[in-house]
């Protein structure tokens, strides 16, 4: 009696573990593509650094909106700790996060930063094609894909991140780094 009640148990755990995984699945990341395409528009506009930091600002907001709060809190967590300078456990929560959200580009940006950090340049490179291959027009994940390759010594690939990179946000700081293409002008 005691067995098949065990057994009963048991299946019934086993046979509840997909669908409870399948309610834990991270949803879909947000589609921010017209605020961006609104945010881009203005940082495009503006006449100078400071005019365009409030769109920059919003380009942030939307990029670290989670798809839900389990994701939200790793994210949190993650920036926390490079916040507090400890990338290894910030890549690992980043990690998490990933794992539980594939499809979010920023959680491949953020662990990317962590990586860089750590001077694991190869890691941030991938995590930054990874973001990348998600959102093509994440201004953050082109930049640090600029300061990745530049610390490799790629620097041709590197320039080419950063033009792309400044054809979406004129403004980012890294635009004192461009260098003129061989034979051709600025």
């Known amino acids: 009696m005691i067995r098949a009640g065990f057994i009963s148990f048991f299946l019934s755990a086993v046979l509840a573990f997909p669908i409870a995984a ?11 593509r017209d605020q961006m395409d609104v945010l881009f528009s203005l940082v495009q506009q503006a006449r100078n650094e400071g005019e365009a930091r409030p769109a ?23 920036r926390a700790k490079i ?3 400890d990338h290894e456990a910030a890549a690992q929560a980043l990690s998490d996060l990933v794992d539980y959200c594939p499809d979010y580009a920023e959680g491949y940006n953020q662990r990317a930063f962590a990586n860089f950090l750590q001077g694991d340049y190869q890691s941030a490179l991938g995590d930054l094609d990874a973001a990348l291959m998600r959102n093509p027009r994440h201004v953050a994940a082109l930049s ?28 980012i700081p890294e635009r004192r780094m461009l260098t003129k293409p061989k034979g051709t002008a600025l």
């Open 144 to 171: 640090g894909k600029f300061l990745t390759l530049h610390a490799l010594g790629r620097r041709e690939a590197a320039q080419e991140s950063l033009r792309a990179a400044l054809t979406l946000n004129p403004w």
């Open 22 to 32: 399948t309610a834990q699945a991270c949803p879909r990341p947000p589609d921010i």
């Open 56 to 78: 920059v600002n919003g380009m942030w907001l939307l990029w670290t909106r989670a798809p839900d709060a389990k994701a939200q809190a790793l994210l949190d967590d993650g």
């Open 83 to 85: 916040r507090l300078g």
